[in-house]
């Protein structure tokens, strides 16, 4: 059936059909038209962010949890401050549609010198820009409008990137054609022949009993993974570990799961579990500095059966298969030729902590772990923060959000904001640092403003803690300013619900995040902690990349 809508409404309702119920941005006059067509229709509730950096923090968040999100911002000045936060999204394949309000299509045929521009005509430039860091661009006419939204968005919701489109002033409210339903691309599956070919060369590999262990990347879950890779593991009882990148992917709690591998820093049995095997599997792996603790692993990766989204390769070659029918070979393969059994896991023994002893972060880590549910999602930022969380064994059910390879301080706010809109009934447990929080605070307030009901845990350790432990500890550049943390509350949601704390002591932080479902609200609790203490983890990788430079 053929109708005519507007512009705006076409790009909302195929937002809508996509899953998209929240956007994200900042108001701007070349944006207002696309605003009020969407307040007109009223199916997509629209989430006013402090700035377009945040918005675009938040859109990410959102858009893990959920499988898409979309913002809006103004042309130039606008699109440019969200431009960090796209780039981000875009290096760790997060699926966020950014729209942009632009001036008239009168306006730039006659090049005219307009604001928000460098006043000289050419109303290309930024889309110049954003073709580095999406996966499809575009300018909409009246003429094109429907095509191009449907060929962006699908390239966003296939490759898992941002797409950009920019609808002029005088485009949003115009009349275009659309026929229903809507249409969609089919995942093409690889030829039969591709199939026999990769499932024969997995069953020379496996024809005789290996040693198989495996490894599950941020592409896994990113691309509709998680359960089928999870379901492997437990089949087959597979040796396996999580990643910095693609934490919780995995099912830490299971039998098999031996830990966190992070290269060299990597504990001893994980390490020799992983990389003594004779086959690792890698679903969704990309071995950043990060991934292998700054290049300090010891995988043969002549070994290791690399599944990537749309290709495998085995012994090196490579087979273009999609992730989910490399799984598939992969388990039925692998019910015929069965890997050696996987031995007895050799686990460090819960941490113990004494109640009334100063926080520091070993003891802080332990009790926040211990304080999660399958119910929670943890959002953590940059610094001593992630890798304190990274440290932390998820229940089965719980969700982890960090930005490990772009890593843009200050993420973690704001992304917290966009995982709960996007998963309310969630225990949302933002984790941030005092010199990362100083860069978005500015989001608690959309918090307050919201109602929203979340737990944000700041480290006050007076700067930039892993800074320190890199260079010159003592040095200004490492400090912030000294903010009392506990006012911002009451100063960004006057008359709103949050209760505040501040912790010194274990016990003190024990009480507090037991108490967290025992209200409606914003739960802000400062933790206040040595200066220069750090997670485990972090010093281990640290100590591991300086014993490698110096061989």
């Known amino acids: 059936m053929t109708t005519s809508i507007r512009v705006a409404d076409y790009l909302y309702q195929r937002l809508k059909h996509a899953g998209v119920d929240h956007l994200f941005g900042v108001p701007g006059d070349y944006n207002l ?55 981000g999204s875009a290096a760790e394949h997060v699926p966020v549609l950014h729209i942009v309000g632009a001036p008239p299509l009168s306006a730039q045929a006659t090049k005219s010198p307009m604001h928000h521009t460098f006043g000289d005509g050419d109303f290309q430039r930024f889309l110049r820009i954003h073709a580095e860091v999406s996966a499809g661009c575009s300018m909409l006419t009246p003429e094109n409008a429907v095509g191009e939204i449907d060929r962006v968005l699908n390239l966003v919701l296939e490759q898992k990137k941002p797409g950009y489109l920019v609808i002029p002033m005088d485009v949003v409210n115009h009349l275009v054609a659309v026929v229903e339903p809507w249409p969609t691309r089919p995942v093409q599956p690889a030829p039969p022949a591709v199939l026999a070919d990769f499932r024969h060369a997995l069953a020379a590999c496996l024809a005789q009993p290996k040693r198989v262990s495996l490894l599950a990347g941020h592409l896994a879950e990113r691309f509709g993974a998680k359960h089928s890779v999870r379901s492997l593991v437990q089949a087959h ?91 598939q070979c992969l388990d039925d393969v692998l019910k015929d030729h069965r890997p050696l059994p996987a031995q007895p896991s050799t686990r460090a023994p819960a941490a113990s902590f004494a109640p009334d002893a100063a926080l520091n972060q070993a003891d802080l880590w332990t009790i926040v772990g211990q304080s999660l549910t399958d119910n929670d999602i943890i959002v953590a930022d940059l610094g001593t923060t992630f890798f304190g969380a990274a440290s932390i064994t998820l229940p089965q059910g719980a969700g982890f959000v960090a930005q490990p390879l772009w890593g843009s301080i200050g993420f973690s706010i704001p992304a917290a904001y966009g995982v709960k809109k996007a998963a309310p009934g969630s225990r949302v447990l933002l984790i941030v640092g005092d010199g990362s929080a100083l860069l978005t605070a500015q989001e608690i307030g959309s918090m307050l403003r919201d109602d929203l009901t979340l737990t944000i845990l700041l480290l006050n350790n007076e700067g930039y803690t892993i800074e320190r432990l890199i260079c010159n500890p003592e040095r200004a550049y490492h400090d912030v300013p000294a903010w009392d943390w506990t006012q911002l509350p009451g100063l960004m949601g006057k008359g709103k619900a949050y209760d505040t704390h501040t912790v010194t002591t274990n016990q003190q932080l024990v009480d507090v995040l037991a108490e967290r479902d025992e209200r409606a609200g914003l739960r802000f609790i400062e933790a206040r902690l040595p200066k220069l203490d750090a997670p485990v983890l972090m010093t281990t990788i640290t100590d591991a990349i300086t014993q490698k430079q110096s061989q």
């Not at 696309?34 to 700035?51: D, P, R």
């Not at 087979?319 to 029918?325: A, S």
């Open 237 to 327: 009882a597979l040796i396996s570990a999580s990643l910095l990148m693609g934490k919780g992917t995995l099912d830490e709690r299971a039998d098999s799961h031996i830990g966190l591998y992070v290269g060299g820093a990597s504990e001893p049995y994980v390490k020799q579990a992983i990389e003594g095997c004779d086959l690792v599997i890698a679903v969704g792996v990309t071995f950043t500095d990060a991934v292998t603790g700054g290049f300090t692993d010891g995988l043969d990766h002549a070994k290791v059966l690399d599944i990537q989204p749309f290709s495998t390769r085995l012994h090196g070659l490579d087979y273009p298969l999609c992730m989910h029918e490399a799984i």
């Open 33 to 87: 038209w696309l605003l009020e067509a969407l307040l007109q229709q009223g199916q997509i509730e629209w989430t006013s962010n402090a700035n377009e950096l945040n918005a675009a923090y938040a859109a990410d968040g959102y858009a893990r949890t959920k499988g898409l999100a979309a913002l809006i911002t103004t042309f130039g000045v606008g699109e440019l401050s969200a431009l960090n936060g796209i780039a």
